[in-house]
């Protein structure tokens, strides 16, 4: 059904899915929507700074439902699943969760979810915006191991912001402030099955909630927010500033399937001493062997602030004119007052000082290789 927002035209269709937060998201203001793994993300309920600073200074309420989960289980669950990655997941506890990379043969990233393991065999992958879920059941058919591979019923919100802790507690008690960063507990809220996590995608201190029940979306949104009154909490969207700030990437922009884990910092997601075999590994160790062509970097853009969104990949210039490379991510950052955002460049001119040019719509800009994170690199304000 269509239905105007401003100068804009929203069209929702059955062909897309919607979360079970969906209707509250609506009835709470959400202004526009994004697609993102086949379903409907709600995008900014007001200016995009304004919740930026809510986000940073009380506690926000996110419709993550995008978030599909890959349910691995089975008698070779546990071997499965460490055969699509290359974190070494004797590692991680029942009970834990893990940021890690699903690569391809030739080391390209499927897709870079949080994977939390809720027993010995049986996982979840809370997958970035990429079609893994068929990626697992295509591998699985000639592997000749027995697993059961399917999307459960689970959509999780987020719950972030420095004030989250009260909220959390609020809901589940003090067992829950027990938690260490990226782990979780399954639990109950008022009859409400869910899994509550250390995690979010905020770089603030922050949890995620999956709810285990789609018909209980409206129930659990409304006692969240109730919660969460007495310590100002509103709805947002995912903050793409503080994102940016925190250094955190967004598959489809900032990597893809044609970009392996080191050219985009996230070499650390591949355990070189990992023993068992996993999809990439031989060409993993040969990219690490040679180098990569290619870096993801930090960059400032000078001059004033940049009012323009990023909607297409704008060229990166170097000395002469030549396009060599692209800006992946862009905002202006409150705290810092400065354009920042990432592009990708050969990695000769990936330097930190390197002095590029960027094709914005409003005319050329100089810019500089800078370090990433812009804020907080040792993510000591989620851990805290």
Same mark, same amino acid.
């Given at each position: 059904?269509?239905?105007?927002?401003?100068?804009?035209?929203?069209?929702?269709?059955?062909?897309?899915?919607?979360?079970?937060?969906?209707?509250?998201?609506?009835?709470?203001?959400?202004?526009?929507?994004?697609?993102?793994?086949?379903?409907?993300?709600? /995008?900014?309920?007001?200016? $995009?700074?304004?919740?930026?600073?809510?986000?940073?200074?009380?506690?926000?309420?996110?419709? &993550?439902?995008?978030?599909?989960?890959?349910?691995?289980?089975?008698?070779?669950?546990?071997?499965?699943?460490?055969?699509?990655?290359?974190?070494?997941?004797?590692?991680?506890?029942?009970?834990?969760?893990?940021?890690?990379?699903?690569?391809?043969?030739?080391?390209?990233? @499927?897709?870079?979810?949080?994977?939390?393991?809720?027993?010995?065999?049986?996982?979840?992958?809370?997958?970035?915006?990429?079609?893994?879920?068929?990626?697992?059941? /295509?591998?699985? @058919?000639?592997?000749?191991?027995?697993?059961?591979?399917?999307?459960?019923?689970?959509?999780?919100?987020?719950?972030?912001?420095?004030?989250?802790?009260?909220?959390?507690?609020?809901?589940?008690?003090?067992?829950?402030?027990?938690?260490?960063?990226?782990?979780?507990?399954?639990?109950?809220?008022?009859?409400?099955? $869910?899994?509550?996590?250390?995690?979010?995608?905020?770089?603030?201190?922050?949890?995620?909630?999956?709810?285990?029940?789609?018909?209980?979306?409206?129930?659990?949104?409304?006692?969240?927010?109730?919660?969460?009154?007495?310590?100002?909490?509103?709805?947002?969207?995912?903050?793409?500033?503080?994102?940016?700030?925190?250094?955190?990437?967004?598959?489809?922009?900032?990597?893809?399937?044609?970009?392996?884990?080191?050219? &985009?910092?996230?070499?650390?997601?591949?355990?070189?001493?990992?023993?068992?075999?996993?999809?990439?590994?031989?060409?993993?160790?040969?990219?690490?062997?040679?180098?990569?062509?290619?870096?993801? $970097?930090?960059?400032?853009?000078?001059?004033?602030?940049?009012?323009?969104?990023?909607?297409?990949?704008?060229?990166?210039?170097?000395?002469?004119?030549?396009?060599?490379?692209?800006?992946?991510?862009?905002?202006?950052?409150?705290?810092?007052?400065?354009?920042?955002?990432?592009?990708? &460049?050969?990695?000769?001119?990936?330097?930190?000082?390197?002095?590029?040019?960027?094709?914005?719509?409003?005319?050329?800009?100089?810019?500089? $290789?800078?370090?990433?994170?812009? &804020?907080?690199?040792?993510?000591?304000?989620?851990?805290?």
């Amino acid at each position: 059904m269509p239905e105007a927002t401003g100068s804009s035209l929203l069209y929702f269709g059955p062909w897309y899915r919607k979360s079970p937060f969906f209707e509250a998201t609506r009835r709470y203001g959400a202004t526009a929507y994004d697609i993102y793994n086949h379903m409907y993300l709600p /995008g900014p309920y007001a200016d $995009v700074e304004e919740e930026y600073w809510h986000l940073r200074n009380h506690v926000t309420l996110w419709d &993550v439902g995008v978030e599909r989960q890959v349910e691995i289980d089975g008698r070779d669950g546990f071997k499965f699943t460490n055969f699509l990655t290359p974190r070494d997941l004797t590692k991680c506890e029942v009970g834990q969760g893990k940021y890690v990379a699903i690569t391809a043969e030739d080391g390209g990233i @499927v897709n870079d979810p949080v994977l939390l393991r809720l027993t010995k065999n049986k996982f979840w992958l809370s997958l970035a915006n990429s079609d893994t879920l068929l990626w697992a059941k /295509g591998v699985a @058919v000639n592997s000749g191991m027995d697993v059961d591979i399917r999307e459960p019923d689970v959509s999780p919100v987020q719950v972030q912001g420095p004030k989250s802790k009260n909220v959390i507690k609020a809901l589940f008690g003090q067992k829950a402030l027990d938690l260490g960063y990226y782990y979780f507990l399954q639990t109950k809220l008022d009859g409400i099955p $869910v899994v509550l996590t250390r995690t979010g995608w905020s770089a603030e201190v922050g949890y995620e909630i999956y709810l285990e029940d789609g018909s209980k979306g409206e129930a659990l949104w409304e006692k969240i927010l109730e919660a969460g009154k007495p310590f100002n909490i509103r709805p947002i969207a995912p903050s793409e500033i503080r994102r940016i700030e925190a250094g955190i990437l967004n598959w489809g922009s900032d990597m893809t399937l044609e970009n392996n884990p080191y050219e &985009v910092g996230l070499g650390w997601l591949v355990d070189e001493a990992k023993k068992a075999d996993y999809i990439g590994k031989a060409a993993l160790k040969r990219i690490k062997k040679e180098g990569v062509k290619r870096k993801l $970097v930090g960059l400032e853009i000078h001059g004033d602030k940049l009012q323009v969104w990023l909607d297409e990949f704008w060229p990166i210039l170097a000395n002469g004119g030549k396009s060599i490379g692209r800006l992946t991510a862009l905002t202006y950052s409150p705290r810092l007052k400065k354009n920042i955002g990432y592009a990708n &460049v050969p990695v000769k001119l990936s330097k930190l000082g390197t002095k590029l040019r960027v094709s914005t719509p409003v005319g050329m800009r100089d810019a500089t $290789v800078v370090r990433k994170p812009f &804020v907080d690199p040792t993510k000591d304000i989620p851990k805290s």
